[in-house]
């Protein structure tokens, strides 16, 4: 499955389509303006939360949360010693862990459970100017968590060169 995303230019508090190969919108991404931490939330096409993102209060480093309906699903942070390339762990509820590393504010970067590839997000095979794919590679995959990832470890890494 791939799907497409429309880079946002201005950040939190701008909401913005994820269409599939086909051109259908799928997901919405809704940015929360006005609150203390950065909100965002997933939404179907017809406007129902599928998963909500925010950044969680008084942690020691940088952390977003997902949750589905009401019940923590991930939290991501950066890898603490990540000298060569963006790298980020995916704790998941269950206590699997995802990793995904890659040039994240170039927008090519992967997501993988155990050394196994679960989706590739890349500019490479798109012509559309500030667009990036999100390549779902196994079919048993949840998109609606791989995207929240892939929005989430975005977020993150531009905040940090934002900050730095």
């Not at 019940?71 to 942070?77: H, V």
């Not at 990540?82 to 998941?92: I, K």
Request: glycine share 6%; hydrophobic share 45%; with cysteine.
């Amino acid at each position: 499955m791939r799907f497409l995303v429309r880079d946002r230019i201005l950040g939190i508090g701008d909401d913005y389509w994820i269409e599939d190969e086909h051109g259908d919108k799928v997901f919405l991404v809704d940015g929360k303006a006005m609150r203390l931490r950065d909100t965002f939330e997933l939404k179907d096409a017809r406007g129902r939360v599928l998963i909500d993102i925010h950044q969680k209060m008084f942690a020691l480093r940088d952390t977003m949360v997902i949750e589905r309906d009401g019940e923590a699903l991930a939290k991501i942070r950066r890898k603490r010693l990540s000298l060569l390339r963006n790298h980020y762990r995916v704790s998941l509820a269950d206590g699997t862990e995802l990793d995904v590393s890659g040039k994240i504010l170039d927008r090519e970067f992967a997501v993988e459970y155990d050394g196994e590839l679960l989706a590739v997000i890349s500019r490479r095979w798109l012509s559309v100017v500030e667009t990036y794919g999100v390549d779902i590679v196994r079919d048993d995959a949840d998109p609606a968590l791989l995207i929240s990832v892939a929005v989430c470890v975005i977020h993150l890494a531009e905040k940090e060169r934002d900050e730095g």
